[in-house]
């Protein structure tokens, strides 16, 4: 089962990708290398709670670097999962971002930090104790690492995959469903996976901008039911910022708020955004 949804998905980002047999193997040879020269960058962009300001969680972003520039993920993280380089890569990044935990807990102590899995990691039957055992050198409690999966992964009943999440969310991690709303999943898988989280996609959030708020409030009114909640993504305006509070939904991340980082750079932001409000200094009752 786990081989038949690898083929498929091989075939489907072979099929989007209009390059020549050379320049792939070029790309894929340069890949490789910026991996094994640990050339690749971890980012970071922040999640918050818009009712207080506070900074629950940073997602982790990879970058690579290349003739002045970045190569977006949307370009080579399909490359890396046809030539099964993602299984190194994703075990690399998630190590720069679980040994970073500390530093961007430095001025948010209860910081969570959420991992983006690829379904080609889910299927190595050894990925949760491998992914625990990372975690657990780097001392980070269990409950602040999340991972996030695209809803399309369970495009069809896989018995295994359901149990690799299940085995994350037994390890005492949560498990985020990325992209929702844009994969195939029927609704009433929802109800058999261990999830905690919907992300919703960044094309759902942009129809507040619109003025249609008919498919967030639907999404809003599922996650209650199902007692998940919400991360709407790509938040780039105020006016989308306020039709999500208004609806409910206060967990946000996108431009308006920040960009994803360098680790230097976030760990400056961090502080600046400063830490969760202290309570209110006691009225001194003034000393006769
Ligand atoms: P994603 O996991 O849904 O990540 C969110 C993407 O939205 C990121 O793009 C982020 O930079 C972008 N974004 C955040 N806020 C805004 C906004 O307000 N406006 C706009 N236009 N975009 C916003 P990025 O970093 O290019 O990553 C794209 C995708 O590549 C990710 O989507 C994820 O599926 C994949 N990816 C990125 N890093 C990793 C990784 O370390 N491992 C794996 N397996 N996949 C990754
Ligand atoms: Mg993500
Ligand atoms: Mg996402
Ligand atoms: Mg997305």
């Not at 999966?149 to 498990?175: C, H, M």
């Not at 105020?238 to 431009?255: I, N, P, T």
Request: hydrophobic share 40%.
């Amino acid at each position: 089962e786990a081989k038949r949804l690898g083929r498929r998905h091989y075939r489907i980002y072979s099929d989007a990708m209009h390059h020549s047999v050379s320049e792939r193997l070029h790309a894929e040879q340069a890949l490789r290398q910026a991996l094994h020269e640990q050339q690749l960058e971890v980012w970071f962009q922040p999640i918050l709670d818009t009712r207080d300001g506070s900074v629950v969680m940073v997602e982790a972003l990879v970058r690579w670097p290349r003739d002045q520039g970045y190569v977006p993920p949307s370009d080579f993280i399909a490359l890396a999962e046809e030539t099964g380089l993602i299984i190194p890569m994703g075990i690399w990044i998630a190590r720069q971002a679980l040994c970073a935990l500390p530093a961007l807990r430095e001025h948010w102590p209860e910081l969570n930090l959420n991992i983006n899995l690829s379904v080609l990691q889910l299927m190595q039957p050894d990925l949760v104790p491998r992914l625990c055992t990372l975690v657990d050198e780097c001392a980070v409690p269990h409950s602040a690492v999340h991972f996030e999966l695209t809803e399309s992964l369970f495009a069809e009943q896989n018995e295994f995959l359901i149990n690799q999440l299940r085995q994350l969310s037994d390890a005492g991690f949560k498990v985020h469903l990325d992209d929702f709303g844009t994969g195939y999943s029927s609704l009433e898988r929802l109800l058999t996976l261990p999830i905690d989280t919907l992300k919703l996609d960044r094309s759902f959030t942009q129809t507040l901008e619109l003025g249609d708020e008919r498919l967030v409030k639907a999404v809003l009114l599922i996650s209650q039911e199902m007692d998940m909640q919400v991360i709407a993504e790509g938040v780039e305006t105020e006016k989308e910022m306020q039709r999500l509070r208004a609806l409910g939904c206060h967990l946000m991340q996108g431009y308006l708020f920040a960009k994803p980082m360098p680790l230097p750079e976030i760990r400056e932001w961090l502080a600046r955004h400063g830490a969760p409000r202290a309570p209110p200094p006691m009225v001194r009752i003034p000393q006769r």
